[in-house]
């Protein structure tokens, strides 16, 4: 498991990384930037790389605060809220988990930016 840093704009926010394959390859990935824009429930943009993944990692919906990889179209997300209407949203491989005292900071942010994630430390 490794802290990672998100940038967008000014705003900094942290995560925690799982220790699924998938999240092991984004973190030697790193840093990085991804261009993501904002839905109303996360930031969402390509990844310009492809992860491995295990089929048994994959599943529906997610968690306010998790950082996904959706390996079917090569998404990569930070989602902030609309975990109760989630389940119909699948591919979804979750790499980490943002601090919940940063969620508030990703709800009031709009537009898109070109994130810096890196590794803290």
Known sequence: MARIRMRFGETVVHA???DAPTA???VAK???TIHVSGTGMDFCGRIPF???YEQSQVHHGWSNGDVNYNPGGGWFA???DGAERS???GDQVTMARVDAADLPALRALDGSFDARIELVG
């Open 78 to 80: 930070v989602l902030y």
């Open 16 to 18: 925690e990384t799982n």
């Open 87 to 89: 389940q119909r949203y």
């Open 30 to 32: 790193l840093p990085c």
């Open 50 to 52: 492809s992860l491995p």
């Open 24 to 26: 092991r390859a984004f």
